[in-house]
């Protein structure tokens, strides 16, 4: 579930390109930060879970919901 261009592609298909943009610099931040902090990446796994998956979340909670978590985890 690591964030990835093929996943991204497909959790962005619903989205407006603003909120593309944002998504895409969120995944950057994320990037920046999994590789540091395993808890980060397991933290995310669960929002990937219910878009991917479980298909239940949109794609706009999804990126909502990732961009919430990394800003928690960089301002802990």
């Known amino acids: 579930f690591s964030p990835n261009k093929g996943k991204m592609e497909k959790v962005s298909e619903e989205l407006t390109p603003e909120n593309?943009?944002?998504l895409f610099r969120d995944i950057e931040a994320i990037n920046t930060f999994k590789?540091?902090?395993s808890n980060l990446y397991?933290?995310?796994e669960s929002v990937y879970e219910d878009?991917?998956?479980n298909d239940s979340i949109t794609s706009e909670e999804c990126r909502k919901e990732l961009a919430s978590r990394v800003y928690?985890?960089?301002n802990e």
Request: no cysteine; hydrophobic share 40%.
């Open 72 to 74: 928690l985890y960089m």
């Open 35 to 37: 590789y540091a902090d």
């Open 42 to 44: 397991y933290n995310l």
């Open 20 to 22: 593309r943009e944002k």
């Open 51 to 53: 878009y991917l998956v």
